[in-house]
């Protein structure tokens, strides 16, 4: 089932400009995390966030993380036209107490589009 | 160079074949694991390996085999069984531990029934 929904499906900005996307989930996790896929090509990992994580930053990338309302949001700041790709979140749960042996569910994605 | 690898990059299949898609990687992880994606869509978990010689079904696990024998290697054969088989299909591998499971991912397989 794919328990991560993300939002917009598609967003087109200008470089220079801030990207948001969404990710929504529905039942408990283990941690959270964030894809970039390149058309035709396989997906790189771009930040984990954990349960008891609130906020994470890496580079131009920031992070965050509401485990009450469910959701998490990918912040690209001044972005860039390579950029451009898909974005996937990625969802590893729901928690029981147990390790899930590194299953992740992954949401339907949200295309960027960077314009130079 | 550590990775994974996949061949071949395309795949073409007549209805009622079988075919099999290689994966193997030298990062030394226990588990891998094989997705298939469709147009548009996100990633769906075929099958998955925590460890040599076993193997569970994913989300959509039907008309589809794997095995593994080596830790290395995790090969997917998409069966006749396998109605709409025509998807790029991704490989991945992580060292789970408990809190932190980034996986990694091959350049995929796109295969193509004729």
């Known amino acids: 089932s794919q328990q991560g929904e993300e939002d917009p499906q598609a967003l087109s900005i200008q470089e220079g400009e801030n990207a948001t996307m969404n990710c929504s989930y529905k039942?408990?996790?283990?941690?959270l995390q964030w894809y970039r896929q390149n058309s035709g090509r396989g997906l790189v990992h771009l930040i984990l966030i954990r349960s008891n994580e609130r906020e994470k930053h890496s580079g131009r990338l920031r992070v965050t993380l509401d485990t009450s309302k469910k959701s998490s949001s990918l912040l690209i700041t001044a972005s860039r036209a390579a950029d451009t790709a898909s974005y996937f979140c990625?969802?590893?749960?729901?928690?029981?107490?147990?390790?899930?042996?590194?299953?992740?569910?992954f949401g339907q994605g949200t295309i960027l589009t960077v314009h130079p | 160079d550590g990775g994974i690898t996949q061949s071949p990059k395309y795949l073409f299949r007549k209805e009622g074949q079988n075919v099999t898609l290689s994966c193997e990687q030298n990062l030394n992880h226990d588990a891998m694991y094989w997705y298939r994606q469709d147009p548009g869509q996100g990633l769906r978990l075929i099958y998955y390996?925590?460890?040599?010689?076993?193997?569970q079904k994913g989300d959509i696990a039907e008309g589809y085999s794997v095995s593994r024998e080596k830790k290395e290697s995790f090969p997917l054969t998409v069966t006749s069984a396998q109605k709409n088989p025509t998807a790029f299909y991704l490989c991945a591998s992580s060292q789970y531990e408990t809190g932190y499971n980034e996986q990694f991912f091959g350049p995929g397989t796109r295969l193509t029934v004729l």
């Open positions: 390996s925590q460890i040599v010689n076993d193997f």
């Open positions: 990625a969802t590893d749960g729901p928690s029981a107490g147990g390790t899930s042996y590194g299953k992740l569910t």
């Open positions: 039942t408990s996790i283990n941690n």
